[in-house]
């Protein structure tokens, strides 16, 4: 049966679900969604949804004086874990899935921005969502300062040469992808006025620089993204 409704957890109003959303809503799917950083609450039962999706954010998880929000949304985590909800983290959701398994999360070596190639690993090519596309490298958006080790009994699935971790699958419910599969141009435009500073921090890296690497990889990513979107979710329904 195909999933019917899903939870977006937001933890700022530029971060959504983007091509992850879109995806869900070409087939029908009912998406709530949760503003964290607008007061919104958690729902108690995650099993209420047939799928959880975890965005990214600009803070780091441990931030709890600053975003007092965070550890409850570590609990409502746990909860999904125990419940065996399918979930998917990105960039933060990606860290907070990993925090909420037991490892450590801790500042990377050097901000990793913009769009790159990632290696997919052996496991990869043995996921059976990801083997027809982890056979080639797939150049993605980065934009995170912070990494994780890899929990125990978790697959690694996808590599950079800054940053081991850049997803991975927990049993057979939970991807986590530190780079960012769902992003658009229009969120690109966004972020490049909500996160500047970030882009300030690297070398040679601009927004204008930033918009020609997206019109030259962009269509390859989105294509992709969506063609996994589609055997993920399927495999779930």
Known sequence: MPIRNALIIKHVPHEGGGTLEEYLKNQSVTIDCCELSQGQVLPKDPSAYELI???????????????????????FIQRTLKSQVPMVGICLGAQLIAQALGTRVYRGPQKEIGWKPIAWTQDAQEDEVLKPFAKTPLTVLHWHGDTFDLPKKARRLASTDLYENQAFRFGERVYAFQFHIETTPAMLKVWFKEDLEDLKSVPHLTPASIEEDTQRYYPQLEKEAFAIYEKLFNRWG
């Open 53 to 75: 999706l975890i965005m990214g954010g600009p803070m780091n998880v441990d931030e709890h004086q600053k975003y007092p929000f965070l550890p409850l949304e570590k609990a």
